[in-house]
């Protein structure tokens, strides 16, 4: 059973329009939410992160957005380059263990 | 600083075969996690390490599936035998002290083939 659902599986934007990733969760021992940027032939890069008490968070072009009472987050992806084409997964982590559950991943394609 | 670094990159077996992974994590992490990443799917923690220590390998199938990591340092995650929906990319992880707001640092994981 997969504890964050990630839509959409893909998208495609081109170059300087605006990309958003969306997740959605039921566990409320959830505490931390990363998202991971992953190019192909590699692994998962933390990109940013935020934590329930806070609305939103921004570094750089990238920006979380979170809704605590509707359980769900994402990622908003500004300005985007064809560098950002990458798969991105949105992940939560559990309070207690700290063990992360991640999404299924968003491939995003950015065209020139 | 040098990355996590895993071995091989690639691996095509037969099923029913035995494999072996090899992680070196960065160096001075405690922690060492074992994920599988099947393909359009998220990462799925297989085991985590903290030392050499297991605290956590309630997902990892047992009757195939076995890890180990000596001295606290390098670990090896062996298959055997092999399943074709074994077929992944296992990704190697580490972090400092494995908890708090802790960033996992990844490697580039080893695709496994299973035919």
């Known amino acids: 059973q997969q504890q964050v659902k990630q839509s959409p599986q893909s998208l495609i934007v081109q170059k300087g329009g605006i990309s958003i990733i969306n997740c959605a969760y039921e566990n409320t021992a959830f505490d931390y939410f990363p998202w991971y940027q992953q190019f192909p032939g590699k692994g998962p890069a933390l990109l940013i992160a935020?934590?329930?008490?806070?609305s939103e968070k921004k570094e750089g072009r990238f920006t979380i957005s979170f809704n605590k009472s509707a359980k769900q987050f994402s990622l908003h992806i500004m300005d985007s380059q064809p560098g950002d084409s990458a798969t991105y997964f949105c992940?939560?982590?559990?309070?207690?263990?700290?063990?992360?559950?991640f999404g299924a991943g968003t491939t995003v394609t950015v065209r020139a | 600083e040098a990355g996590v670094a895993q071995s091989p990159r690639y691996k095509i077996i037969e099923k029913r075969q035995s494999v072996a992974f090899w992680c070196n994590p960065i160096?001075?992490?405690?922690?060492l996690y074992w994920y599988q990443q099947i393909l359009g799917q998220g990462p799925k923690l297989l085991i985590q390490f903290q030392n050499n220590g297991v605290v956590d390998d309630s997902q990892l199938p047992k009757d195939r599936f076995s890890a180990e990591r000596l001295k606290g340092v390098d670990s090896t995650l062996k298959i055997q035998p092999a399943k074709l929906e074994d077929s992944a990319v296992y990704l190697c992880?580490?972090?400092?002290?494995?908890?708090?707001?802790?960033?996992?640092?990844f490697g580039s994981g080893t695709q496994l083939s299973v035919l």
């Open positions: 992940a939560a982590r559990y309070a207690n263990d700290y063990k992360l559950s």
């Open positions: 992880a580490s972090s400092f002290a494995g908890g708090g707001d802790e960033k996992l640092f």
């Open positions: 160096s001075g992490h405690a922690t």
């Open positions: 935020i934590r329930p008490d806070v």
